[in-house]
């Protein structure tokens, strides 16, 4: 029996004691490059509610065993993950979320139809499964006529027991503008939007060095334009396209919305053509490359200064991750090399005492207008990548422009929160709260119609 205790004594100690020293990281807003450290702490973040249960369990062994040491840690554990996961499912502030963007009573006007699957709340243990839609995989959506070079998505549908909403939510995947692919930790994001009647095109854009920064807009556009022609293919209302993505698919997207139909930003072969979107979405997508530039260090990691050593930026990958990877490491682009992944430099021409003009022009926050189509942002405040301050002065301009917008910043919440273990993930469920009913707003034509936008 005193065996047992000992054994029961010495796995809740070091269970609570790693769990303590991992909670660590949600006080840590890191800086890049620690790219190590970032994937942890998404991971910690993503299983706080195991986390929180862990502290519960290692608390009740040393209750039961007669440790105080081992129930103290065990009580701050379950403290500090259950406390993390309340503060990231609060809802935005009444500045920043829906009321402010629709006003009172925003969610009563939409038909109760297109709520039936939306959460039920912000705080869930585990997201509900979804009915299998019907995925077409590969759908080429645009070809270069000089090349042949094909742009491929994915077609997600709502199955044939599900009624069509008639919206259209194209999907942009994070980058860092050089590398991934479509069809990365989305599908159960992808499947629970589906469910709701909503069609879903993850589109596989081209990335450097293939193209440019305005190559990747374009890929954006032609997207727009093919759901457009293919729309009434899909069920999908041709008005009713929100174009949206994660990190530099949120970037673009942003850039895409707020360029419309601006023919600097427009192919010529899609000139005369409608590349509109009636809304947008932008998950922890950089706002102003200038700031961007300085808060990833790039003025540290790619650019030497006299009396200065530049240091390295992490650009390799250990042979096991390669063999664990697979095929995937070719399809993610990891084959060509990471040392350019995010390097604005060389995607921009250069840095931004030297071409200040190209940093403006690719920024989002440089073209809200009043045109501008409602906007949402959901930002980490621990975001290395993307500067949550930057993010804040976009949603500001938009409202000076009375352009709707709405933005909820997630407390200990780092770039990617979305995509690391989803089902479970407290941050991932609370954004997809606010993604659900923003897709649901717009769906509903006869909303829109009446112009449900609040000031």
Request: charged fraction near 20%; proline fraction near 8%.
């Amino acid at each position: 029996m005193d065996l047992v205790k000992a054994i029961l004594q010495i796995l809740a100690a070091l269970a609570g004691y790693l769990a303590a020293l991992a909670s660590l990281l949600l006080f840590t807003r890191l800086r890049w490059p620690y790219p190590a450290w970032f994937f942890l702490k998404l991971y910690v973040s993503s299983l706080s509610p195991v986390l929180a249960l862990v502290g519960l369990l290692a608390g009740a062994i040393g209750l039961a065993t007669g440790s105080n040491f081992i129930s103290w840690i065990g009580i701050y554990v379950a403290l500090i993950f259950w406390a993390h996961r309340i503060r990231v499912t609060r809802p935005p502030s009444i500045s920043t979320g829906f009321e402010q963007a629709f006003g009172p009573g925003w969610e009563q006007r939409i038909p109760s139809g297109q709520k039936e699957r939306w959460l039920s709340r912000r705080t869930l243990w585990v997201l509900p499964a979804a009915p299998e839609p019907l995925l077409e995989q590969d759908v080429v959506f645009f070809a270069f006529p000089d090349t042949g070079r094909q742009l491929l998505c994915d077609v997600w549908q709502p199955p044939d027991n599900i009624t069509p909403s008639g919206l259209a939510f194209l999907y942009l995947h994070g980058s860092a503008w050089y590398l991934l692919d479509k069809d990365l930790g989305t599908r159960p994001f992808f499947r629970h939007l589906v469910a709701q009647g909503h069609v879903v095109m993850d589109i596989a854009y081209r990335l450097a060095p293939e193209t440019d920064m305005l190559g990747m807009i374009h890929d954006v556009k032609r997207a727009i334009a093919w759901m457009k022609e293919q729309a009434a293919s899909y069920n999908v209302d041709p008005d009713r396209i929100v174009v949206g993505g994660g990190s530099a698919g949120g970037h673009l997207a942003l850039m895409a919305a707020y360029t419309g139909n601006d023919p600097k930003f427009t192919p010529e072969a899609l000139a005369g053509k409608d590349t509109s979107v009636c809304a947008v979405l932008s998950l922890y997508g950089p706002t102003d490359l200038e700031a961007c530039y300085y808060h990833t260090n790039q003025h540290l990691t790619t650019c030497a200064e006299l009396g200065r050593p530049q240091k390295e930026a992490p650009c390799g990958m250990p042979p096991w991750m390669i063999k664990r990877m697979g095929d995937d490491y070719h399809r993610l682009g990891f084959d060509k090399g990471i040392e350019d992944a995010g390097a604005l430099a060389p995607l921009l021409g250069g840095h931004p005492d030297e071409r200040p003009e190209a940093y403006a022009l690719f920024s989002p926050i440089t073209h809200v207008h009043p045109g501008c189509p409602p906007t949402l942002l959901i930002h980490g405040e621990h975001d290395l990548i993307a500067p949550v301050e930057a993010a804040r002065r976009l949603f500001a301009r938009l409202q000076g422009k009375e352009v709707p917008a709405m933005m909820h910043l997630l407390p200990q919440t780092d770039h990617a929160f979305d995509l690391i273990i989803p089902g479970i993930s407290p941050s991932a469920h609370s954004a997809i709260y606010d993604v659900e009913r923003w897709l649901g707003i717009f769906a509903e034509k006869e909303i829109r119609e009446k112009d449900l936008w609040y000031s």
